[in-house]
């Protein structure tokens, strides 16, 4: 492979910007063209659903409010135009790619732009997941994804509007909690008997319902959407045959990747751009990292869509290496956190095909860890306000350590010092790896 | 600086040189034994609350609100030396409260050990951080 010399990275969010400051820190030189196609520079996600949607950071990330020189706007954007300057890293912002000519080494944009290249990054994400029962040009119909979504939401969000919520998963739980703290009335709707179910289980699924409930958000459990209505006052939504008013409604059934761009590029793409643990395409020179990825992971032997701020952080920094000839694998385990109402939730690793949950602490106080364990060894932990658990619990399925669930019960072992202690599961067989090698 | 306590022999000292001397006084707050069950205590200096940590045979003093959500260190866990933040999984160095892979830092406080009292020095260390690629 000849050296590198321009590296484009299509899309321009989390990925993207830690992708470039990646390249950077490790002596990369050449040209670095980040094309999004959103107006705003590089900004992080996690806030649109929590504290920004509760009260904004400042900053339309457009201009130079988009700086980054005060401690608001650094907590949302994440290459302000000083670094870029200093690092020479381009963005090409409100421009959207069409394809990657990998032959002749280029990204076509919409507008016959030619931007070239050697090495790509796709890291172009997701977007919502519509409601077919919904019309989408419906004003009191919101989806959030994007800055200007959660500008647009947040309007909306007044003391004494009632907010009608369309899925109980992380987005339709924050935002339940964020328009409850701003004083809104919330009624969540969601087609599974308990929120979480699928990713959970019903124990811990209750447990979270119960927060909601602690915290006056009313749910409408096991019941799907079935039509939705605007009237002059607001939306009608009608669910298991009953009628809900509201003044808006919020989707958040999940996210459909972007993964248009690899497909027309001639990548293999399957609910996403797949990649082997070091984030190469089956295309050369072209890598995949963030939510658009299907990755395949050596710690848990299969291909996972993530959609997560760390696991995009961390697969960006991967791919930023392997664009560099490095072959270090992305083996973390997951990790992501969703805040709601005053509750830190937390979740760590892949607890899919679990076979049994011990739980440390008391579902009944909403203060607990629920350890999610496969044939004996720990695969997956949740807690809510138990932070320390789960990352203890992190730390022993990364290092695949094998626990008593006994140990894991107790609230008196220190599961930090076991994460040095207990015995090591031997590593996963080299025929698991090779499956996921694609290159 | 006065009312800085002459160190004995101690096999808990703190060993590192401190890289500027702090000035002022310093203050006895807390008994090392009470350290040892959790490898922590929470105590009160100047109405700010600051969280004790026990690592390595050495004893570190941060502000308990995490710089960056203030949940509190407290709460966190000792992994490979660092102090993980339980609200978001933000690491620090104890020593600097320097955070991995970020700019920020963690007020920390400069602590000595005599005869099995812990001591501290209530002004704030906020180390000078380089801009960083």
Redesign the interface.
């Known amino acids: 492979m000849n050296a590198v010399t321009r590296i484009a990275v299509v899309g321009a969010g989390q990925a993207a910007a830690v992708a470039a400051?990646a390249l950077?820190?490790r002596g990369f030189d050449g040209a670095i063209e980040i094309i999004g196609a959103e107006a705003h520079r590089p900004y992080q996600r996690p806030p649109l659903s929590k504290e920004f949607l509760a009260d904004g950071l400042g900053g339309d990330g457009s201009g130079s409010d988009g700086s980054g020189s005060d401690s608001a706007d650094s907590d949302l954007f994440l290459l302000p135009a000083d670094w870029c300057e200093a690092?020479d890293v381009r963005l090409r912002l409100g421009q959207e790619a069409t394809r990657v000519d990998s032959a002749a080494g280029a990204v076509e944009l919409a507008d016959r732009t030619r931007v070239p290249a050697d090495a790509v990054l796709i890291a172009t994400g997701g977007r919502p997941r519509r409601l077919t029962t919904s019309a989408t040009s419906d004003a009191r119909v919101h989806y959030l994804r994007t800055l200007d979504d959660a500008l647009r939401l947040r309007e909306r969000l007044l003391p004494g509007a009632h907010v009608i919520v369309a899925g109980a998963g992380f987005i339709g739980a924050e935002v339940a909690a964020t328009a409850r703290g701003r004083g809104a009335e919330v009624t969540v709707i969601e087609p599974r008997e308990a929120p979480l179910l699928p990713l959970l289980g019903a124990r811990v699924g209750t447990a979270c319902a119960e927060l909601h409930r602690a915290n006056g958000t009313r749910l409408r459990l096991g019941v799907a959407v079935e039509s939705v209505e605007e009237t002059a006052a607001g939306v009608v939504v009608t669910a298991g045959g009953e009628r809900t008013e509201g003044d808006v409604l919020v989707v958040g059934i999940g996210i459909v990747p972007n993964d248009e761009v690899a497909a027309r590029s001639g990548i293999a793409v399957a609910d996403g751009v797949i990649t082997d643990e070091y984030c190469r395409t089956s295309v050369p020179n072209i890598f995949a990292a963030g939510d658009v990825a299907r990755h395949f992971h050596p710690l848990f032997g299969e291909r996972i869509r993530a959609e997560h701020f760390d696991s995009a952080s961390r697969q960006a920094a991967v791919a930023a290496g392997a664009i560099l000839g490095e072959a270090r694998a992305y083996d973390d385990p997951y990790?992501f956190?969703s805040?709601q109402y005053d509750a830190?939730l937390?979740y760590a690793g892949h607890a899919a095909g679990s076979d049994e949950i011990v739980i440390r602490g008391s579902l009944e106080d909403l203060d607990f860890c629920a350890f999610y364990l496969r044939r004996g060894m720990l695969r997956g932990a949740f807690g809510i306000?138990?932070?320390?658990e789960v990352?203890?619990a992190?730390?022993l399925i990364g290092q695949r350590r094998a626990v008593p669930p006994g140990a894991l019960a107790d609230t008196e072992t220190d599961l930090?010092e076991l994460?040095s202690t207990a015995p090591q599961e031997p590593d996963i067989p080299q025929e698991a790896t090779a499956r996921g090698n694609i290159a | 600086m006065n009312a800085i306590p002459p160190m004995n022999e101690n096999p808990l000292a703190n060993t590192a040189p401190l890289a500027v001397e702090p000035a002022g006084e310093w203050l006895q707050v807390a008994e090392l034994a009470e350290l040892k069950r959790a490898n922590r205590k929470k105590v009160m200096v100047a109405g700010t609350s600051v969280i004790l940590f026990l690592i390595g045979g050495r004893v570190f003093a941060l502000r308990e609100a995490c710089v960056h959500k203030q949940?509190p260190l407290s709460?966190?866990?000792?992994?490979r030396g660092k102090v993980?933040?339980?609200?978001?999984?933000w690491k620090f160095d104890p020593e600097t409260g320097q955070a991995e892979d970020r700019d920020e830092c963690q007020p920390v406080y400069a602590v000595r050990l005599d005869s099995g009292h812990v001591y501290l020095n209530p002004r704030e260390r906020v180390p000078d951080t380089g801009s960083r690629?």
């Open positions: 400051r950077r820190r690092n990790w956190w805040d830190s937390q306000d138990r932070g320390a990352t203890a992190r730390e930090a994460a | 949940r709460k966190g866990t000792i992994l993980v933040c339980p609200g978001h999984q690629v």
